[in-house]
């Protein structure tokens, strides 16, 4: 459910982030933008017909993801986009009779008679306001962030077995004390996607295998959502360089990679760099476990094995090389009207020649109050990160995730999966139309009290090392997701923290956050 501000979707085999005058010349900019936003939302929504459940956040956890199993072959989407464009498949749009508007016209562009050579394009305008009290936990001003995303892709198909898909992003930051100009947030142009397609399939035996490589500047996310999630809340989306490969079926896939960090710039396309620096490998699979499991069950094994490598990774008042290897695995899907979600991981290696010994367990499980499909949930959130270490000797048992942390925690991004254990009973439901409410209340701790509490960034909240409080605070999060029309969604949020000891002995207070996000996506 959950995503923020102040800083998986399902992936397909096959088609396998004078100073007041500048002020107020940035504000006249961000409303400009934003009435282009809403103008244009407002004439998608006359022009789009009826609204279709979708979510803008790919990095949504209210619950677990039970679609079909990532191995399955996409299935066309002439209604809602994907949270990952390059999953889409809008071949069903060869059929003129299908089309329905302008928008539909762009999804399949034909450029030979044979109708296999054709691109498609996509593209998505977001405004969003952010607005939270006590910035960063400390008494300042109110800070008001608004925040103007827009997306454009294509997506090449050459044949059969060659594609090329290219994404740029741009992102701007405005407000009133926004806060620092991070270029997740405010980016003139990214270079977000560009990679290359190579697939064909074999069939030994008479069954068929789909292989690819995939080669270019790319999202992952190959493993369970808190460990490698898309970081939708960030204005321009994590994205990786480098090669991926994958073999698989119907109900199995293998997946191996070799990755770099993206090093980004708040200009153009010129300062957005691959991060020799920062490497990330290893293997990822997918199993299609047998539905006759638990009486009638769809569940799916996810088992990993990783390395990350950083040159510069940061402990207490250590920035030195780190090793480490991920090792686990991913249970999910349904048993009847039980969703499961179920993620476990060990980490190990060194860190400044210190070995590393730390443990994750992610969980989310729901119980449908009902056979239809938008019938209310129940869930229990409970999620274990292990701490400790930064500041000693021995092993460093503070856990990590790939690709930094997103909303799960805290919409503030507050807290993170480093020394962090939470409890999080919540409820969704459809208060009216299409609409989705999602409730939830976190209670969470910090697994060793001499180790700090951790941003979502990775970086420690300073002196919280130094108190011995454990609980972290107690958080009433809540989300909406309305959608308005075909292609326009609104999404808001609010948060309430209620310090706790581990923070409020080291100077820090409570905070309310709330959010407003207009998406314009086809």
Do not use: C
């Given at each position: 459910m959950?995503?923020?501000?102040?800083?998986?979707?399902?992936?397909?085999?096959?088609?396998?982030n004078?100073?007041?005058?500048?002020?107020?010349?940035?504000?006249?900019?961000?409303?400009?933008?934003?009435?282009?936003?809403?103008?244009?939302?407002?004439?998608?929504?006359?022009?789009?017909?009826?609204?279709?459940?979708?979510?803008?956040?790919?990095?949504?956890?209210?619950?677990?993801?039970?679609?079909?199993?990532?191995?399955?072959?996409?299935?066309?989407?002439?209604?809602?986009?994907?949270?990952?464009?390059?999953?889409?498949?809008?071949?069903?749009?060869?059929?003129?009779?299908?089309?329905?508007?302008?928008?539909?016209?762009?999804?399949?562009?034909?450029?030979?008679?044979?109708?296999?050579?054709?691109?498609?394009?996509?593209?998505?305008?977001?405004?969003?306001l952010?607005?939270a009290?006590?910035?960063?936990?400390?008494?300042?001003?109110?800070?008001?962030?608004?925040?103007?995303?827009?997306?454009?892709?294509?997506?090449?198909?050459?044949?059969?077995?060659?594609r090329?898909?290219?994404?740029?992003?741009?992102?701007?930051?405005?407000?009133?004390?926004?806060?620092?100009?991070?270029?997740v947030?405010?980016?003139?142009?990214?270079?977000?996607?560009?990679?290359?397609?190579?697939?064909?399939?074999?069939?030994?035996?008479?069954?068929?295998?789909?292989?690819?490589?995939?080669?270019?500047?790319?999202?992952?996310?190959?493993?369970?959502?808190?460990?490698?999630?898309?970081?939708?809340?960030?204005?321009?989306?994590?994205?990786?360089?480098?090669?991926?490969?994958?073999?698989?079926?119907?109900?199995?896939?293998?997946?191996?990679?070799?990755?770099?960090?993206?090093?980004?710039?708040?200009?153009?396309?010129?300062?957005?760099?691959?991060?020799?620096?920062?490497?990330?490998?290893?293997?990822?699979?997918?199993?299609?476990l047998?539905?006759?499991?638990f009486?009638?069950?769809?569940?799916?094994?996810?088992?990993?094995?990783?390395?990350?490598?950083?040159?510069?990774?940061?402990?207490?008042?250590?920035?030195?090389?780190?090793?480490?290897?991920f090792?686990?695995?991913?249970?999910?899907g349904?048993?009847?009207?039980?969703?499961?979600?179920?993620?476990?991981?060990?980490?190990?290696?060194?860190?400044?020649?210190?070995?590393?010994?730390?443990?994750?367990?992610?969980?989310?499980?729901?119980?449908?109050?009902?056979?239809?499909?938008?019938?209310?949930?129940?869930?229990?959130?409970?999620?274990?990160?292990?701490?400790?270490?930064?500041?000693?000797?021995?092993?460093?048992?503070?856990?990590?995730?790939?690709?930094?942390?997103?909303?799960?925690f805290?919409?503030?991004?507050?807290?993170?999966?480093t020394?962090?254990?939470?409890?999080?009973?919540?409820?969704?439901?459809?208060?009216?139309?299409?609409?989705?409410?999602?409730?939830?209340?976190?209670?969470?701790?910090?697994?060793?009290?001499?180790?700090g509490?951790?941003?979502?960034?990775?970086?420690?909240?300073?002196?919280?090392?130094?108190?011995?409080?454990?609980?972290?605070?107690?958080?009433?999060?809540?989300?909406?997701?309305?959608?308005?029309?075909?292609?326009?969604?609104?999404?808001?949020?609010y948060?309430?923290?209620?310090?706790?000891?581990?923070?409020?002995?080291?100077?820090?207070?409570?905070?309310?956050?709330v959010?407003?996000?207009?998406?314009?996506?086809?």
């Amino acid at each position: 459910m959950f995503g923020t501000s102040i800083s998986t979707g399902r992936m397909a085999l096959k088609t396998a982030n004078g100073a007041s005058r500048r002020h107020s010349l940035r504000r006249r900019q961000g409303q400009r933008g934003a009435a282009a936003i809403t103008m244009a939302a407002g004439f998608a929504i006359g022009l789009t017909g009826p609204a279709t459940a979708q979510s803008i956040d790919a990095d949504s956890v209210s619950k677990p993801d039970t679609a079909a199993p990532r191995t399955s072959l996409p299935k066309p989407r002439p209604s809602a986009p994907a949270p990952s464009r390059w999953a889409e498949d809008w071949t069903v749009m060869r059929d003129p009779e299908r089309r329905d508007g302008p928008i539909d016209r762009l999804k399949y562009i034909p450029l030979n008679a044979d109708g296999d050579v054709y691109l498609s394009l996509s593209g998505e305008f977001r405004l969003r306001l952010n607005q939270a009290n006590n910035p960063n936990l400390q008494s300042s001003d109110t800070q008001r962030q608004e925040i103007m995303r827009i997306f454009g892709g294509a997506d090449l198909h050459l044949g059969k077995h060659v594609r090329a898909y290219t994404e740029v992003a741009h992102a701007g930051l405005y407000g009133s004390n926004p806060g620092p100009r991070q270029p997740v947030l405010d980016n003139s142009l990214f270079l977000q996607q560009a990679f290359v397609d190579f697939t064909g399939t074999v069939a030994p035996g008479g069954s068929g295998v789909d292989l690819g490589l995939r080669l270019g500047r790319q999202e992952f996310t190959e493993g369970p959502q808190p460990l490698v999630a898309l970081r939708d809340n960030n204005t321009v989306r994590f994205t990786l360089n480098g090669v991926r490969a994958w073999a698989g079926t119907d109900t199995k896939r293998v997946t191996v990679f070799d990755l770099y960090h993206t090093r980004l710039g708040n200009g153009g396309l010129s300062d957005d760099r691959i991060n020799r620096n920062v490497r990330f490998s290893g293997i990822s699979s997918n199993f299609g476990l047998s539905t006759d499991l638990f009486g009638g069950s769809r569940l799916y094994l996810d088992p990993f094995a990783w390395r990350l490598r950083n040159r510069a990774t940061a402990w207490g008042e250590t920035t030195a090389r780190e090793e480490r290897e991920f090792y686990g695995a991913r249970l999910w899907g349904n048993i009847g009207r039980f969703g499961v979600d179920l993620a476990v991981d060990h980490q190990t290696g060194r860190f400044d020649g210190r070995p590393i010994n730390a443990w994750q367990v992610f969980s989310q499980h729901s119980l449908a109050l009902g056979k239809a499909p938008d019938a209310p949930r129940i869930g229990i959130r409970a999620d274990y990160a292990s701490g400790g270490g930064s500041f000693g000797e021995g092993a460093l048992h503070n856990a990590t995730t790939p690709h930094g942390d997103h909303i799960r925690f805290s919409h503030t991004l507050n807290a993170s999966s480093t020394n962090f254990v939470a409890f999080a009973p919540n409820v969704s439901f459809r208060p009216f139309g299409k609409a989705r409410m999602t409730l939830e209340y976190q209670f969470a701790w910090r697994d060793s009290i001499h180790d700090g509490v951790y941003r979502a960034n990775g970086t420690m909240i300073a002196g919280t090392q130094s108190v011995p409080g454990r609980r972290i605070g107690k958080m009433l999060r809540a989300e909406i997701v309305w959608p308005l029309a075909r292609y326009v969604t609104f999404t808001g949020r609010y948060e309430h923290l209620d310090a706790g000891p581990a923070l409020t002995q080291a100077g820090y207070r409570d905070t309310d956050f709330v959010a407003g996000i207009l998406s314009f996506r086809f």
